[in-house]
């Protein structure tokens, strides 16, 4: 029997769209994993950017997923897409870069050496003084971003830990819970204060943690970050 021809785009855009949207999603990310890196990382870039919440978080799993795993075999070829990530960011792009903070988040926490390479980018969005983005969804995707590296890898986050205390003090009820849970792993004293003062929030805030949605409230992960 003939080998079956290899998918054309538009089939690999499709396959990759309906392993997103699978029931079981442990297994289609090992699927996606299976698929050629190079040649899925396209239509993961796409999805980044799909209507349906669900689909576009999934397409950050995959991502770092994908890109961890060509990062052992082709250095390099990894990182050339954490610098796609990074002009997607970049005002001469002409775009927004939907997804691309939390993707350079969830790539770093998966593989240490990106991490040493790319951490300090990925703290410099956060920064004033540095790479800051200004728009506030955008700064949902940092501070997430933030989170999922500094769960993973705390050290590489902790220097830098002062820099969440203006998220802490927003009143932005998102950008509070995600700079609470981004502190969570930090054990960071200059941001007690902060921390203390929302430990009796109510204020609900949804996070996808562990490939699938959670609600806390802020009070809750002031409360942790504080213990």
Not at 97 to 115: C, Q, V
Not at 195 to 213: A, R
């Amino acid at each position: 029997m003939l080998p079956s021809p290899p998918m054309n785009h538009r089939q690999l855009k499709q396959q990759t769209l309906t392993l997103l949207q699978a029931d079981d999603w442990r297994a289609a990310l090992d699927a996606l994993c299976a698929l050629p890196a190079r040649r899925i990382v396209n239509p993961l870039f796409g999805l980044l950017y799909h209507g349906e919440p669900l689909i576009r978080w999934r397409a950050v799993s995959a991502l770092g997923a994908v890109v961890s795993q060509l990062a052992d075999a082709e250095i390099e070829a990894a990182r050339v897409i954490m610098r796609r990530l990074m002009w997607n960011l970049n005002d001469e792009s002409g775009g927004i870069g939907w997804g691309s903070p939390e993707s350079l988040g969830e790539i770093t926490a998966r593989h240490a050496r990106l991490a040493k390479e790319f951490g300090c980018i990925l703290i410099s969005y956060a920064d004033p003084t540095g790479n800051y983005l200004e728009h506030p969804s955008l700064q949902e995707g940092v501070l997430w971003g933030w989170g999922r590296l500094g769960h993973q890898r705390p050290d590489l986050i902790r220097p830098a830990a002062c820099l969440l205390t203006p998220y802490l003090l927003s009143d932005n009820p998102a950008l509070q819970g995600l700079a609470a849970w981004a502190a969570v792993p930090l054990q960071a004293k200059p941001l007690r204060d902060a921390l203390k003062s929302l430990t009796s929030c109510s204020d609900e805030v949804p996070l996808y943690i562990d490939h699938e949605f959670q609600t806390h409230t802020i009070g809750r992960l002031a409360r942790l970050a504080l213990a």
